[in-house]
């Protein structure tokens, strides 16, 4: 039962990282050091894609969920996993690189305008 209150709390500490990624320019354009934080797990999140990596975060709940009951942990992606479920469909590799890098491009662009807001304001 352990393992499964673990697991369960991995994956909403991951759909909280991803929340993260997504919307932690709004927060890191205000606090320098989550700006870095976050922009550091953008970059991890490219790295994983450009090496097609799982997030440690999905091998630690596939892990958790194997130890309370081997039949129900999963293999491969996390995101696919739970949208799949969600939506009822596949997604494609590709779909999921070109979110991350979108995800990026609209953050690098809400950091921008942060900073042309401090320079207006001196």
Same mark, same amino acid.
């Given at each position: 039962?352990? @393992?499964?209150? $673990?697991?369960? +709390?991995? %994956?909403? #500490?991951?759909?909280?990282?991803?929340?993260?990624?997504?919307?932690?320019?709004?927060?890191?354009?205000?606090?320098?050091?989550?700006?870095?934080?976050?922009?550091?797990?953008?970059?991890?999140?490219?790295?994983?894609?450009?090496?097609?990596? @799982?997030?440690? $975060?999905?091998? +630690?709940? %596939?892990? #958790?969920?194997?130890?309370?009951?081997?039949?129900?942990?999963?293999?491969?992606?996390?995101?696919?996993?739970?949208?799949?479920?969600?939506?009822?469909?596949?997604?494609?590799?590709?779909?999921?690189?070109?979110?991350?890098?979108?995800?990026?491009?609209?953050? $690098?662009?809400?950091?921008?305008?942060?900073?042309?807001?401090?320079?207006?304001?001196?």
């Amino acid at each position: 039962m352990v @393992y499964k209150i $673990l697991a369960d +709390l991995t %994956v909403a #500490l991951h759909l909280a990282w991803i929340v993260f990624l997504f919307l932690g320019a709004l927060w890191g354009a205000r606090r320098r050091w989550v700006k870095y934080f976050h922009l550091a797990g953008l970059g991890f999140a490219v790295l994983m894609q450009a090496f097609d990596w @799982y997030c440690p $975060l999905t091998h +630690l709940e %596939v892990y #958790l969920r194997s130890r309370h009951s081997p039949a129900t942990s999963y293999s491969g992606d996390f995101i696919i996993q739970y949208l799949e479920k969600a939506v009822y469909l596949q997604i494609p590799r590709y779909a999921v690189v070109i979110g991350t890098l979108l995800l990026i491009g609209v953050n $690098l662009f809400i950091y921008g305008g942060s900073r042309k807001t401090k320079r207006r304001t001196k």
